[in-house]
């Protein structure tokens, strides 16, 4: 590689920025390009929680048992556009079947040394640069309603002590001295602490991240993808509306948006959008000073300056459709886990998370095409996932060997 080398990253999300640092760091020039502003997808909504310990997938056993229970009540954590069940269900088959014991851990050994040293890779990524403001190292804590529900979800605690996790355990009253705003009703926490942390802002954090890109030289375009340019029966370039920009590389790094991005090149990936919310609390007193997982319910809570954001739950509809009340009353209920806390106004969001039916990325180069690269599919490890991953497809792009085994991320699987 060298300097005359063009790559086009398309997607301006946490991967797609992180790789376009990491490439233009190794000296080549780069083209960002998304229709929206650099971190105003999935990256802008997130719970902004730097978690090594998410190496367990949603599918894991027994869900199959539970997700109708889950659905029919209606209060969460899972949620389906019933209309959209025929288009899902190729992939919800593939998805559940993932839930095997066997398939679990394997998922959770290849998310491990994507997501393992989170806190390290971002303080890498954005080491001198305003970016480094927004992060934090900060323990994550997993309240329970006592021990016997943290016993009961014993089986993703074992999946993680084997990837090497560990974590503390308070009860009671130490519950209290840990998270004073924690209500009554939770009286057990798991508490991961080393290695883990949050960005204050994750969208702004992004941001940050473009303008040291654009800073160094590079170009962000802003502007819809229409489809690859072809020459000599190669990708020669990629069409934005009437523009055309060629490039001797290009990564797609589009998120949930991929799979419809790359269908052209004659890639049928089973990718999926899980559609996370949030509700966001502003100018509030009383709230957590940690990040929270009020497990019963699985939302993350989130202390960011100026506001408190509650993210999570789980819901199959597409990329198309808007949002639905249910779901955003369910992430604003979480707010009652913290009774002393008030606020002055609340914001919703909605977003969309890439999820693979392996809950697994995929990061490489793209069949019968060889200077196309991908980069997405982080389910709900994104933001977790996103400096480490932008670094390994940068030097795969460069030409460079990466320090894993890159085989669990291939794109053809």
């Known amino acids: 590689m060298t300097s ?42 997130n719970a902004g929680i730097l978690v090594p310990g998410a190496v367990v997938p949603v599918p894991v056993p027994g869900l199959i048992r539970k997700a109708p229970g889950m659905l029919l009540r209606g209060t969460g954590p899972l949620y389906l556009r019933w209309s959209y069940l025929p288009v899902l269900l190729p992939w919800l088959c593939r998805y559940l079947r993932n839930g095997s014991d066997p398939n679990v851990r394997r998922i959770a050994g290849a998310l491990m040394p994507i997501i393992g040293d989170s806190l390290e890779e971002h303080l890498a990524l954005a080491r001198g640069a305003p970016a480094e403001a927004h992060i934090r190292a900060q323990p994550y804590l997993f309240a329970y309603r006592d021990r016997a529900a943290f016993e009961a979800d014993g089986y993703g605690w074992a999946v993680r002590r084997e990837q090497g996790i560990r974590w503390r355990e308070y009860e009671g009253e130490a519950v209290s001295r840990l998270e004073p705003a924690l209500g ?21 954090y992004v941001k940050a991240l473009a303008r040291s890109f654009s800073a160094a030289g590079g170009e962000v375009l802003q502007a819809a993808f229409t489809g690859f340019e072809r020459s000599g029966g190669g990708v020669a370039g990629v069409r934005f509306g009437d523009r055309v920009i060629r490039a001797d590389k290009i990564l797609v790094a589009a998120g949930a948006w991929s799979a419809r991005v790359l269908k052209p090149l004659g890639l049928n990936i089973p990718l999926e959008s899980e559609r996370g919310y ?6 509030t007193e009383g709230g957590p000073a940690k990040p929270v997982m009020l497990s019963d319910r699985k939302i993350a809570v989130t202390p960011m300056t100026g506001r408190i954001r509650f993210a999570g739950l789980v819901e199959f509809g597409g990329l198309d459709a808007g949002p639905r009340r249910a779901p955003q009353r369910a992430i604003a209920a979480g707010a009652a886990a913290f009774p002393g806390m008030t606020w002055q106004r609340k914001t919703e969001w909605l977003g969309h998370r890439p999820a693979p039916a392996d809950s697994i990325p995929y990061i490489g180069a793209v069949p019968a095409h ?21 670094r390994l497809i940068a030097d795969l792009i460069a030409g460079a060997t990466p320090n894993i085994d890159m085989a669990p991320y291939r794109v053809k699987r």
């Open 278 to 283: 949030h509700v966001e609390l502003w100018s």
């Open 4 to 45: 005359d080398t063009q790559v086009l990253v398309v997607g301006a999300g946490i991967v797609g920025v992180s790789a376009a640092l990491n490439l233009q760091r190794r000296g080549l020039c780069v083209t960002l390009a998304d229709r929206q502003a650099p971190g105003e997808g999935a990256s802008y909504g």
């Open 184 to 204: 009554p009703g939770y009286s057990f926490v798991a508490a991961l602490e080393a290695g883990h942390g949050m960005i204050d802002g994750p969208g702004d």
């Open 370 to 390: 060889p200077n196309v690269y991908a980069a997405f599919g982080h389910h709900h490890v994104g933001l977790t996932g996103g400096a480490r991953t932008g």
